[in-house]
């Protein structure tokens, strides 16, 4: 099927998810918009754990935290965006912040500055899915997202230290 | 990332889709399964749109009402699925059935018969993909599905005559 790649078929489907988050009189107010933010980024986090757990065993026996974290930029990227994060950067202290230039989800709805607020929307899902992609090789985290200009965002990993 | 295959991906999403649709309360009786499957049916519905509207121009002028449900069994099923569709039969009146023998979002539940009264709501996102996608190519349509022994299955598409 020409020009219908894979990657196309499961942003249409994101955008579908998104939209049911929100719609039929759910997602309105602040409480509305946490409460969506939470399902998809729960979603997100369960799809993560399916992928990683499909890895080949010990194609993840990374020794150094780093490593793991560059596997996500590279690997998890690829394998949901057809291409990898712009830069990745570090505190060494547990800190990663992973930038997308062009982040395919935004890319989609980045026909202006107004629409910023609706942002979060397109990220949770994300956010969940480096979480449950790194809880699954055993590092529990946190992850967050922010968005400065249309197209490009940031998600903040913070690795929980045991 | 090997071994993360794209469908994998599509697959994951699609079965926390199927699981937000019946959770928190909702999708429970006769009523909430009907609106879960409701649900479900839009999204694939607004995806085969997408899908379709992504097509090159002037791959689709099919002559033949049959050489669009071909496309739907061979190229449809391709991106979707990654394989063909095993079977397809015409009453050559505006009938068609399309049987998959092994559907995709049916093996990761076809654990035994007992699940039968599942199924539907495995099938519901494709009746809308398959809808959906037809109707783009300007062929209104009624598409159902059956279960008779898992994981095969039939999608019964009838076309609305104008």
Known sequence: MPAMADETLFQLLHTQVVAAAYGAGRGSGDEGLRAGL???EGMGFRVGQGLAERL???ALAFREELDTIKFL???LWGA???KQTDNLRT????????????FPFLTQMAWGQQYLEEAPKFLAFTCGLLRGTLSSLGIESS???SVTSLPACKFQVVIQKA
């Not at 505190?91 to 062009?102: A, C, E, F």
């Open 38 to 40: 939470t399902v998809l």
């Open 56 to 58: 080949p065993q010990g």
């Open 73 to 75: 930029c590279r690997d």
């Open 80 to 82: 949901v965006f057809g």
């Open 91 to 102: 505190n060494h202290q547990g800190t990663y912040i992973l930038q997308d230039n062009n």
């Open 143 to 145: 992850v967050t997202a």
